[in-house]
């Protein structure tokens, strides 16, 4: 079985500051590793992705996160917030090799920046 | 590219009656997902399609649900005699064309949000 773990409901952070937002997961094998952000009564957008290679991976609107294989954490950052991207965020994964293609999601984090 | 597009955006309609639902995917894509998102909650997979064929589908799609994607173009998902549990966002998703699995992340259209009176 697969599971996401975000262990913050809501990160709140300030204009211009970093941002990082937690993701855990279990996998059994390697695992391919999203986030996506999510906009009111809106789909989720496909923000970046992990498949294999350097543990640093960029992605839109100025977006990282860092894959930690040994913390199973691929944990989502930003060197300096903007109010728009307040949102709500969510990690997912899905083993390779395995020939399934069913995401498995966390519960979310939303992600408030104050002016 | 036009998106994956769902209709309707928002149904409304009185416990036990039937629905359905129909997904656009991005036009060069085979693969085609539908997910169920409730409040405060992320997406649940519920079933994928590669071209026309289902290759897997969750615990959570019941009798009453079906999906289909007839020609490997468009997919509908109806549920029978809805229940309240039922009240929830449907997303669908759909991946792009590939026999390798290069992780092609799942590109989301905005929703059908059904409301169960």
């Known amino acids: 079985a697969q599971s996401v773990a975000q262990p913050e409901d809501q990160v709140n952070v300030a204009e211009g500051n970093p941002l990082t937002v937690k993701c855990t997961y279990s996998?059994?094998?390697?695992?391919?590793l999203f986030w996506y952000v999510q906009y009111p009564n809106r789909g989720l957008q496909f923000l970046l992705k992990?498949?294999?290679?350097?543990?640093l991976v960029k992605g839109s609107y100025g977006f990282e996160a860092e894959f930690n294989k040994s913390q199973t954490s691929f944990h989502l950052k930003k060197p300096s917030a903007l109010v728009s991207d307040s949102a709500l965020y969510f990690c997912?994964?899905?083993?390779?090799?395995?020939?399934?293609?069913?995401?498995?999601f966390g519960s979310g984090t939303r992600l408030q920046v104050q002016p | 590219d036009t998106g994956v597009s769902q209709d309707p955006r928002h149904k409304i309609t009185k416990r036990g009656q039937n629905v359905t639902f129909r997904c656009d995917p991005i036009s060069e894509h085979n693969r085609l997902y539908w997910y169920r998102q409730t409040l405060g909650q992320g997406p649940e997979f519920l079933t994928y399609f590669q071209n026309e064929a289902q290759l897997e589908k969750s615990r959570l799609l019941s009798d009453r649900f079906s999906a289909e994607r007839p020609k490997g173009s468009f997919s509908t998902l109806e549920i029978q005699r809805t229940e309240q549990g039922d009240s929830a966002m449907y997303l669908c998703?759909?991946?792009?064309?590939?026999?390798?699995?290069?992780?092609?992340?799942?590109?989301f259209g905005d929703g059908t949000r059904l409301s169960i009176l």
């Open positions: 997912a994964v899905r083993a390779m090799d395995t020939g399934r293609r069913a995401l498995t």
């Open positions: 996998v059994s094998g390697n695992p391919y």
């Open positions: 992990y498949i294999t290679g350097d543990n």
């Open positions: 998703a759909s991946s792009s064309l590939g026999d390798l699995d290069k992780g092609q992340p799942q590109h």
